[in-house]
């Protein structure tokens, strides 16, 4: 499902509009990519569920996913 909510159409208009993120220096988790976080935005947004439901199948937890919503 997850596949269908952001097509590569819609993606190459929006990703412009979004920041980037480098690994830091200091080490550390690489970032979660903004396509995966904005289609687990999009997948909260469609189904209605809360925010701790969100599946972390779609990549992101729900701690990322807020965080990087607030910047």
Known sequence: MAGRL????LWTQ???LFP???RSH???RPPVDNR?????VLFLC???IGWRELPTELGASEKTVRR????
Do not use: Q
């Open 6 to 9: 952001l097509t590569d159409e």
């Open 14 to 16: 929006i990703e412009p």
């Open 20 to 22: 980037t993120y480098r």
């Open 26 to 28: 200091k080490g550390g």
């Open 36 to 40: 995966t976080v904005f289609t687990c």
């Open 46 to 48: 469609k189904t209605g």
């Open 68 to 71: 990087r919503l607030n910047e």
